[in-house]
RNA sequence: GGCGGCUUGGCCAAGUGGUAAGGCGACGGCCUGCAAAGCCGUUAUUCUCCAGUUCAAAUCUGGAAGCCGCCUCCA
């Protein structure tokens, strides 16, 4: 069963096949550092990131590139506003990018080029498309991509060049031979930061670079460009027209965007104030909570990030841990099936079935939640005495949830680890709190409330449980004594 | 105005023309001193509505309603 991927190019899901056999070559277009990074920002990462693990696990070969774009009219304001060096700005905003999807268990691409660092390429770019008849420069110093000298024009977006110039809603600008045509280069105002070109002190457009640096480290034409939606039109419809009409062949074979994430079902925006940024959501929820949530939905689909989403994921993925724990307990670890030996069980078939239909880590992570179901039965049912048959099919099922952790970046803390950190950060909450307690109180108060049952005052024992839950601690007594966790 | 998308149980949500995954919640049961956790069972005769194609439609076609996005910086 082979990989399908939904092409926006032709709106519907299509066999992937590569253009070289065995190697993928992929570009993401990554943020403009002038901002700290939003969880919308966060999502494409983390999809990208997941399908970029995706083809290296299907086997290919894998070029990855995600740029930031450093030079921007917004990252020049806000340099005017905080008296700043555009320079300090960017790199700052690259460090913070890179701290918090190091945070979220993002591998790095295979390149991450910055704008700044191709502008001979860029500038190369430009003139090529000028000696080709395709753009062209003005009085000023500006020079701009000519719309009429690409016939393809709209096919991405779906958009007829002759509707949009009737829309009008485009400021006319008497240099421009078609209002619709984009700039590629701009002149420098005074102060502004520049690069000399054969049209002057200037600084690259925004869409220009997407192409230049794609070209550099991917060639003329290459397998998958992506990005969120919103960037469809018009960044990369110019993106298509500039390569495309420089190297006279299709410039991706397969267009993937993602959706957005909306705040309590309200689309984020600056006016709203409800910009929600990967630093706040960090600082609430663990890492692997938000990779989670971001994973639940398909990637194409938006996605609503509330208070109540983030409870139900982190229920669920407490659940997955508990039933890790259980396999740990039974020493599960030890079957000598280990990760990536070349054994997979029926869980690995569904998960690879909903990778490859389109990267469906919704139903990937159903599939999961199945087989979670599925153990626990097996457990109980054994009710601890584990025949030949079973602690095989047990240890499959732990050997497919390391691989496939390794695909969607989550459950991959030891369950030991992954509890032990939900109680230290219980613990800082509590301690935050008036009413703080010690680990050792709380060991004694278990121990207490031990020696009552034993004594079966089982009064006394329910006020001790009634006041560790009401410091959210909750007690779970099995076999081998009590436990305690936070809720 | 142009283009695109969405509408599936109380909530979130996956759905490949073959008879509705999964999560959260709720209720009943097993277990427990009682709980918790875990397990079992119940919770959509039906997928916004109307028509059509088909042996068969949540899935395809046409139409209606509602919601949303892009067209301006945007992941």
């Keep these: 069963m082979g990989l399908k991927v939904y092409n926006t190019l032709n709106g519907r899901k299509e066999e992937f096949v590569p253009l070289t056999e065995g190697r993928v070559k992929m570009y993401v277009c990554g943020p403009t550092v002038y901002d700290t990074s939003h969880i919308g920002h966060a999502?494409?990462?983390v999809v990208f990131d997941v399908i970029f693990r995706w083809f290296e696990r299907l086997g290919y070969e894998v070029t990855y590139v995600r740029n930031f774009t450093d030079v921007d009219d917004k990252i020049i304001k806000k340099s005017n506003e905080t008296g700043e060096d555009c320079a300090v700005i960017t790199e700052k905003y690259i460090n913070e990018f890179h701290v918090e999807m190091d945070a979220l268990n993002v591998r790095r691409p295979t390149i991450e080029p910055r704008a700044t660092g191709h502008?001979?390429?860029?500038?190369?770019?430009?003139?090529?498309?000028i000696e080709k008849g395709k753009a062209y420069s003005v009085e000023g110093g500006d020079v701009y991509f000519s719309i009429d000298a690409f016939k393809e024009y709209g096919r991405l977006s779906g958009r007829n060049p002759e509707d949009?110039?009737?829309?009008a809603r485009i400021a006319v600008d008497e240099k421009k031979r078609n209002p619709l045509d984009f700039t590629l280069w701009k002149p420098a105002k005074p102060g502004e930061p520049f690069w000399e070109s054969p049209w002057g002190k200037g600084r690259p457009g925004w869409h220009i670079?997407?192409?230049a640096m794609s070209y550099e480290y991917l060639g003329e034409g290459f397998d998958v460009h992506g990005g969120g939606k919103d960037l469809i039109f018009p960044h990369h419809e110019n993106e298509i027209a500039q390569s495309e009409a420089l190297f006279g062949r299709q410039f991706v074979k397969y267009w993937i965007h993602n959706g957005f994430v909306d705040i309590n079902n309200e689309k984020m925006s600056k006016s709203l104030g409800n910009f929600t940024m990967i630093k706040e959501v960090l600082a609430k929820y663990p890492a692997e909570v938000i990779r989670m949530f971001l994973l639940s939905n398909h990637y194409r689909s938006p996605i609503d990030y509330s208070e109540d989403s983030m409870r139900e994921i982190s229920l669920g993925l407490d659940r997955v841990y508990a039933f890790l724990e259980r396999l740990d307990q039974l020493g599960l670890d030890q079957t000598g099936i280990k990760t990536g030996d070349g054994h997979t069980g029926s869980l690995w078939e569904e998960f690879a079935g909903a990778m490859n239909d389109d990267f469906n880590s919704a139903r990937a992570l159903a599939c999961v939640f199945d087989a979670v179901k599925k153990g626990n039965r097996l457990l109980d049912e054994a009710k601890g005495g584990l025949d030949e048959a079973l602690s095989k099919e047990l240890g499959l099922m732990r050997s497919d949830i390391r691989s496939l952790a390794e695909i969607l970046g989550i459950f991959l803390l030891s369950p030991a680890a992954y509890f032990a950190a939900k109680k230290e950060k219980g613990m800082a909450d509590l301690a935050a709190e008036s009413g703080a307690a010690t680990p050792a109180e709380i060991e004694?108060?278990?121990r207490q409330r031990a020696e009552a049952r034993k004594?079966?005052?089982f009064k006394r024992a329910d006020e001790i449980r009634d006041q560790l839950q009401s410091m959210k601690i909750v007690l779970e007594d099995?076999?081998?004594g009590t436990t305690w966790r936070f809720e």
Excluded: Q
Excluded at 119 to 129: P, V, Y
Excluded at 164 to 167: D, I, K, Q, S
């Design 43 to 45: 999502r494409s990462v």
């Design 119 to 129: 502008i001979t390429h860029i500038i190369d770019f430009i003139r090529m498309l």
């Design 164 to 167: 949009m110039r009737a829309g």
């Design 209 to 211: 670079e997407c192409s």
């Design 444 to 446: 004694d108060l278990i």
């Design 455 to 457: 004594a079966r005052d």
């Design 478 to 480: 099995g076999p081998g």
